[in-house]
T-cell receptor, first 110, second 113 residues
Framework: RKEVEQDPGPFNVPEGATVAFNCTYS??????FFWYRQDCRKEPKLLMS???SGNEDGRFTAQLNRASQYISLLIRDSKLSDSATYLC???????????FGAGTQVVVTP | IAGITQAPTSQILAAGRRMTLRCTQD?????MYWYRQDLGLGLRLIHY???????GKGEVPDGYSVSRANTDDFPLTLASAVPSQTSVYFC????????????FGPGTRLTVL
């Protein structure tokens, strides 16, 4: 079983719509959680950290559910530029060993 | 400021050949990492370095070696390349270890025939 699992998608989203997707993790001792964004054939870049109380960054909202061991990302008012693969990243607490999910592809269409 | 640079951008390599992927950062970050990214598998950690002079094994270290002679450089060497090492390789760095934000280089696309 993978330590971090994501629905690969693609999620096809009309421009202006809302899209949400989850990521599950297997290590209940995981302490830090992130969403990274990766554009086609580019390097991953940090989108946002995920805090226990949930957090927003503009049109992006991240939530953490420790009891069910998943994190979510919601994108409101989707823009064409939001088309990318979103990587769920979990830090189990041991040094230098972030666990990356395989990514969820989002395609925003006009 | 360039951040992290990787070279080459892409490479086609015959099986059995030796290859070194270069990675240089100018952010004076202590920690550096090498990942490979394969379709459907996500990023997998090959080797990492907490600080200059130290290295550690990640999830998939076999067939790869690294060195960290100074803060800026973290080369990855394939001693004898095999086709299963065909992948996209990303170097990353972070100010410290643990859950610090990792900054990635642009990647090296390696094909081993």
């Amino acid at each position: 079983r993978k330590e971090v699992e994501q629905d690969p998608g693609p999620f096809n989203v009309p421009e202006g719509a809302t899209v949400a997707f989850n990521c599950t993790y297997s290590n209940s001792a995981s302490q830090s959680f992130f969403w990274y964004r990766q554009d086609c054939r580019k390097e991953p870049k940090l989108l946002m950290s995920v805090y226990s109380s949930g957090n927003e960054d503009g049109r992006f909202t991240a939530q953490l559910n420790r009891a069910s061991q998943y994190i979510s990302l919601l994108i409101r008012d989707s823009k064409l530029s939001d088309s990318a693969t979103y990587l769920c990243v979990v830090a189990p607490g041991s040094w230098g060993k972030l666990q990356f999910g395989a990514g969820t592809q989002v395609v925003v269409t006009p | 400021i360039a951040g992290i640079t990787q070279a080459p951008t892409s490479q086609i390599l015959a099986a059995g050949r030796r290859m070194t992927l270069r990675c240089t950062q100018d952010m004076r970050h202590n920690a550096m990492y090498w990942y490979r990214q394969d379709l459907g598998l996500g990023l997998r950690l090959i080797h990492y370095s907490n600080t200059a002079g130290t290295t550690g094994k990640g999830e998939v270290p076999d067939g790869y070696s690294v060195s960290r002679a100074n803060t800026d450089d973290f080369p990855l060497t394939l001693a004898s390349a095999v086709p299963s090492q065909t992948s996209v390789y990303f170097c990353a760095s972070s100010e410290a270890g643990g859950a610090d934000t990792q900054y990635f280089g642009p990647g090296t696309r390696l094909t081993v025939l």
